[in-house]
């Protein structure tokens, strides 16, 4: 299917989303962006509206991608063991494997965290509370019933971790720009950080659903909502995997907003929201010991180097937002990076990590 706005509207009438009354009665508008993948927001007035996602045919495993999330979203809407979790997934309305579209209904007037955070120049503490139960309340799902979603996961673990394995994504990492060549470069030369990477790597464990890219971007709240419910989309990068990586991921959340608002302090301004998610999740979760803090907290500095990395794109040198990311992660490989963060959290970690 051409990714033209006539093809997206036929779908959208042959589905029986849309009648010829919704498009001539002049309260419809289509939007169409480009990521990774094709964007298009068909929004009404009046009526009901979508958020299409299409693979493009020229990014390498967008279609797999987008086909993992479809099949998620479709398996989680028909097993009883994930009714808990409908309700702050986007609800699926239609998939066609051939051209890897994926028609959701749209989150209205939504905004995301970061958005909002960079808007308040802060994060609320309602909405962190959220993201850590969230994130328990997958992990918390039965193997048996992941399992029986029948959804072909990769179960690997994130490329960052696999740098020096065999085969190895560096060809691929490195061929993005002479930044992205550079920044890659500079960890594989950092004996604490590979050193790091590898202890994440040798006590990675793929044991429960993960969403893979836990990020303060990928959490929607509705403008009209009162209740300031929490929807966690984009499950394109989901897995069977380690837990910790996710919550890393959260932890990093915070410390990658504030870095981008190029406070000095980071990661000490961060503390407060990192302990409310931590003290959430943990609260909502069986995994709570000291032992998995450490992993989570190693996983974090793997998150800002993956941060870091991300913002390399395009770019000849190297950005400052990616040196400092990367001088954050390093101060996580130490003693007393890990000594700081677990005060902050104010909860014990073994530090076995550095």
């Given at each position: ?336 990076g890990q000594r700081i963060v677990c005060a902050g959290l104010a909860a014990p970690c073994m530090q076995a990590a550095s």
């Amino acid at each position: 299917m051409e990714p033209i706005a006539r093809n997206i509207i036929q779908t959208l009438r042959a589905r029986g989303l849309v009648s010829q009354r919704d498009l001539v009665d002049g309260s419809s508008v289509l939007f169409m962006g480009r990521q990774r993948n094709r964007f298009f927001v068909f929004k009404q007035l009046h009526g009901s509206s979508f958020f299409i996602k299409q693979a493009h045919e020229g990014e390498p495993g967008t279609v797999q991608s987008v086909t993992l999330e479809a099949q998620i979203y479709q398996a989680i809407a028909r097993t009883s063991a994930f009714r808990h979790l409908q309700s702050v997934m986007p609800q699926p309305l239609h998939f066609d494997p051939d051209s890897a579209t994926m028609t959701l209904a749209l989150i209205k007037d939504a905004e995301d965290l970061g958005a909002r955070a960079r808007r308040m120049g802060h994060n609320s503490l309602e909405h962190i509370v959220q993201m850590g139960r969230i994130a328990a309340q997958y992990h918390g799902v039965p193997q048996t019933a992941i399992d029986a979603l029948d959804v072909e996961f990769t179960v690997r673990p994130h490329w960052i971790f696999r740098l020096e394995e065999t085969p190895s994504p560096l060809t691929s990492l490195r061929g993005r720009s002479p930044a992205s060549a550079a920044f890659i470069d500079a960890i594989r030369a950092n004996p604490e950080l590979k050193a790091t990477l590898k202890w994440c790597r040798d006590h990675w464990v793929a044991n429960t659903l993960i969403h893979g890219d836990f990020k303060l971007e990928n959490f929607l709240i509705e403008s009209t909502d009162s209740d300031q419910k929490l929807r966690l989309i984009d499950w394109e990068r989901a897995d069977l995997g380690d837990p910790a990586w996710d919550v890393g991921c959260g932890l990093g959340a915070f410390v990658i907003h504030y870095t981008m608002q190029q406070d000095p302090d980071a990661l000490d301004t961060a503390l407060p929201e990192m302990r409310a998610f931590w003290a959430a999740y943990s609260a909502a979760s069986e995994r709570h010991d000291a032992a998995f803090l450490d992993k989570c907290i190693a996983m974090m500095a793997a998150r800002l180097l993956v941060a870091g990395y991300e913002y390399c794109f395009a770019q000849d040198s190297l950005p400052d937002m990616s040196q400092t990311l990367m001088q954050i992660a390093r101060r996580m490989t130490t003693r007393e990076g890990q000594r700081i963060v677990c005060a902050g959290l104010a909860a014990p970690c073994m530090q076995a990590a550095s």
